[in-house]
């Protein structure tokens, strides 16, 4: 017998948004490390690490970029509004939960906890 799904809100606080050059890892909506894909190192001067991310940039048909506060999807971009000049990364390819690894480093990141 297959174990039920859980239905309940989300309570996962760890995510992953990936696009062509990098990894941009969350705690909530707080971005605490930015990994380089073609290295595998810790950009750790990125200007995304410790700011709030804002929501998603979508392109409309015609190609014009249009800022929403909803959550990132693949094909649009991460948009950090706050804290600083506007940073609008590349297109996400992919949506992930991070590794274990991946979030135990997250404590050498200034005010992040890995509970």
């Given amino acids: 017998m297959a174990s039920p799904r859980y239905l309940g809100p989300e309570r996962r606080r760890?995510?992953?948004y990936v696009t062509r050059n990098s990894e941009y890892h969350f705690r909530d909506?707080?971005?605490?490390r930015v990994r380089d894909l073609q290295?595998?190192?810790w950009l750790d001067s990125h200007l995304a690490i410790g700011r709030k991310l804002s929501g998603a940039i979508r392109l409309t048909q015609d190609g014009r970029p249009v800022?929403?506060?909803?959550a990132p999807g693949i094909g649009e971009a991460l948009y950090f509004g706050e804290e600083g000049r506007d940073l609008i990364t590349s297109v996400l390819c992919a949506v992930?939960?991070?590794?274990?690894?991946?979030?135990?480093?997250?404590?050498?990141?200034?005010?992040?906890?890995t509970d």
């Avoid at 274990?100 to 404590?107: L, S």
């Fill in 29 to 32: 909506t707080l971005c605490v």
């Fill in 39 to 41: 290295t595998g190192r």
């Fill in 96 to 113: 992930e939960r991070p590794s274990a690894g991946a979030v135990q480093t997250y404590a050498a990141t200034a005010g992040a906890e």
């Fill in 14 to 16: 760890h995510r992953m």
């Fill in 67 to 70: 800022p929403t506060p909803a």
